[in-house]
């Protein structure tokens, strides 16, 4: 346990300095890609890496929080107004899962997959609560694991990356609610969001700590109630505990066990970019809204991610 607990404080150190690194480059994204790509290639060398599944739900936990900042009253009223696009959305995230896991099973016709495998590594959901499925339902764990982690890590790092290249951002000034922290307001912020990602997970809804902290604080924000703002640090190393938690994943048996499945995940998520793209900005026509928004929001990315 001591030792595991090293491996888990050093891969994380290690993480932050990239984190820090991609920061002064200037990079998208900079604590989530610089540590993503940092342990991912750290762990697929073979470097012994960890991650905290607990530090991942502390992770999640701040990012809901985080995001729930955000909805300030104004704010919930436009999300009311776009219902039947977010609602088009999800629709297009099924139709998209679907097409990409037909192509999956297509690519591994000459090796057939056991039951579920290419279902759950195609869902467009997140990584561990697919692989959790998985398990439940008798899947190879493994390449549903494999799948999601490369399919997040693509996505994350190709549309930053594009938008900085072409000079692409939204035209959202929307920001969060409250700026100044507030020590007992946001002890108090703290607790509430935490208590609703805890009830989350006893409910076992998917995703717990993420849409459980970020429904409260919604909830808190659209009322008016403005507790705290999160202090910078904390929603950093958030992202960093997040990354960290995908790129330890990479493993050289993972790497070496499945290079076609691998080479089928990556055309695949590039595909699906790729048509995201085209639905992004029809769905930006219809709306009304800047097409750099709804590719996000309708990208094959993981939700704290995107």
């Not at 704010?75 to 776009?82: D, F, H, K, Q, Y």
């Not at 089928?264 to 992004?280: C, D, E, K, P, Y």
């Amino acid at each position: 346990m001591p030792h595991r607990a090293a491996r888990v404080a050093a891969t994380l150190a290690g993480a932050a300095a990239a984190g820090a690194l991609a920061q002064a480059l200037h990079s998208p994204l900079p604590w989530m890609i610089g540590p993503l790509l940092a342990t991912a290639l750290a762990s697929s060398l073979g470097v012994p890496t960890a991650a905290s599944h607990v530090l991942r739900n502390v992770g999640q936990w701040i990012i809901g929080t985080s995001l729930g900042l955000y909805f300030t009253p104004e704010v919930v009223a436009v999300v009311a107004r776009l219902a039947p696009a977010i609602a088009l959305g999800v629709v297009w995230a099924l139709l998209l899962g679907h097409g990409f896991y037909r192509f999956l099973e297509w690519t591994e016709r000459a090796r057939p997959l056991k039951p579920g495998t290419a279902y759950f590594a195609a869902a467009i959901g997140g990584a561990s609560e697919m692989a959790l499925l998985a398990e439940r339902n008798g899947a190879q764990v493994d390449r549903v694991a494999a799948a999601h982690s490369l399919r997040v890590l693509l996505v994350v790092v190709l549309i930053p990356f594009s938008y900085q290249a072409l000079g692409v951002h939204g035209a959202d000034l929307s920001v969060a609610a409250i700026h100044t922290v507030h020590p007992v307001g946001l002890a108090g912020l703290l607790a509430a969001t935490a208590a609703g990602g805890a009830v989350m997970q006893v409910l076992k809804v998917p995703n717990p700590w993420v849409l459980g902290a970020l429904a409260v604080c919604m909830v808190l924000t659209g009322s008016g109630v403005e507790w705290s703002a999160l202090p910078r640090p904390l929603s950093q190393a958030a992202q960093v505990a997040i990354a960290v938690t995908l790129g330890v994943r990479f493993t050289p048996e993972s790497l070496r066990a499945a290079p076609r499945w691998l080479g089928a995940v990556a055309l695949g998520t590039l595909a699906m970019v790729a048509v995201s793209a085209g639905f992004a900005a029809a769905l930006a026509w219809a709306t009304g809204l800047h097409p750099a928004t709804v590719l996000l929001a309708t990208s094959p990315g993981g939700m704290a991610e995107m």
